[in-house]
């Protein structure tokens, strides 16, 4: 999260970009965030299916969000992503996202993208630096 980020309610982050996806976030802590969407239309790739990059958006701002939870900010560093299902049109899919280390100028995070039926759509491991 960048310092022009702003939390209105607690649970929702106002960024354009995730914003314009639909995507939400549904839950933060010091080092935890869910965030979440549901595949439109204009989601879609040429297969009909979620595209890679919606899913990769949502998987890198729920773990950005945990990675500088109280902190100024940070940047990706480094996002590696594991697609193993497939996003429908309806579908709903949740990103939880949890630090596993954070150091004065680096958070370690893994991440696992479920659909509404429990399903893994995604795991992610990525890596943050921080901004002081």
Same mark, same amino acid.
């Given at each position: ?5 702003? #939390? ?17 976030? /549904?839950?933060?802590? $010091?080092?935890? +965030?869910?965030?979440?969407? &549901?595949?439109?239309? $204009?989601?879609?790739?040429?297969? %009909? ?9 949502? #998987? !890198?701002?729920?773990?950005? &969000? ?7 900010? %940070?940047?990706? +560093? ?11 049109? %309806? !579908? ?16 370690? /995070? ?11 759509? +995604?795991? +992610? ?8």
């Amino acid at each position: 999260m960048h310092s022009n980020d702003h #939390i209105s309610d607690g649970t929702t982050v106002h960024r354009s970009v995730t914003k314009s996806l639909g995507i939400e976030c /549904v839950e933060r802590s $010091d080092t935890h +965030a869910v965030f979440a969407v &549901t595949m439109r239309e $204009d989601h879609q790739n040429r297969g %009909g299916v979620m595209h890679g990059g919606i899913t990769a958006t949502l #998987i !890198d701002s729920a773990c950005g &969000t945990a990675a500088v939870a109280g902190l100024k900010g %940070g940047a990706t +560093a480094s996002l590696t992503i594991n697609y193993l299902a497939p996003v429908r049109l %309806g !579908d709903t899919i949740t990103c939880t996202a949890s630090v596993n280390k954070r150091t004065r100028t680096l958070a370690f /995070v893994d991440a696992s993208t479920v659909n509404q039926d429990g399903d893994i759509i +995604a795991t +992610a491991t990525a890596v943050f630096r921080i901004i002081h």
